[in-house]
């Protein structure tokens, strides 16, 4: 079973709020992500990591921030949350070098901003 | 540029019947390719992956994807659905090769009545 686990699950705040999605591993991998998920859509990356002090912009721009000071810990941040950014936040993790293309995931952070 | 492409947003089955989930790629070089699965307020987890050693894949719950160049499809199969299968079910490509990250496909939702 996989130990990744993502917090809060469910959030309902209002615009112009600052808001963190926590994501932790302890699997020791290098490899994080996270992906922005919709009803009916691809999963879109946001945000990769391949350790400590590296980020990376994924395929979809976002307004979120990510930082990455320690292994385990990859939390998302967004400074003024607006209804767009009202969605699904999926974290992942993956062993660099493993070759293996299998992902980790978290249960996901569903975000409502009102 | 790679992509993937799953028909079919969402397919209902019987209990017993056969569960075909279709998935085409374009990839200008030998593709990485997966299958996810994504359980009601779950994460995804890892069916089975295709790495360019045996064109069948057998994954875990009996499912299975063949490799198919000549058609550019790696479509999911099981042969006989159960109940714990409803879910919903992700292809997904790894660009850049081993290392790159995963491009996933909108998703086909599984329904399967008794």
């Known amino acids: 079973e996989a130990d990744i686990y993502q917090t809060p699950r469910y959030l309902v705040i209002g615009t112009g709020k600052k808001i963190t999605l926590e994501c932790s591993q302890t699997?020791?991998?290098?490899?994080m992500y996270w992906y922005q998920q919709d009803p009916g859509m691809e999963l879109h990356l946001i945000h990769y990591s391949y350790g400590v002090n590296s980020t990376e912009k994924g395929d979809l721009s976002s307004e979120s921030t990510v930082s990455r000071i320690r292994t385990e810990h990859f939390p998302l941040t967004l400074e003024s949350a607006r209804p767009s950014h009202t969605s699904q936040y999926l974290c992942a993790s993956e062993l660099a070098g493993a070759n293996t293309g299998e992902l980790f995931f978290g249960e996901g952070s569903r975000l409502t901003v009102l | 540029a790679q992509s993937v492409t799953q028909l079919g947003s969402h397919v209902s089955v019987s209990e017993g019947a056969l569960v075909l989930l279709r998935c085409n790629y374009s990839s200008s070089v030998p593709p990485y390719l997966f299958w996810y699965v994504q359980y009601p307020n779950q994460g995804l987890q890892l069916l089975l992956k295709?790495?360019?050693?045996?064109?069948l894949v057998k994954g875990i719950n009996g499912f299975e994807a063949e490799f198919k160049k000549s058609e550019t499809s790696f479509h999911l199969t099981k042969p006989s659905a159960h109940m714990s299968d409803a879910a919903e079910y992700f292809c997904a490509v790894r660009l850049g090769g081993s290392q790159g990250n995963l491009i996933f496909g909108k998703g086909t939702k599984l329904s399967v009545k008794p």
């Open positions: 295709y790495t360019s050693a045996a064109t």
């Open positions: 699997m020791g991998h290098d490899k």
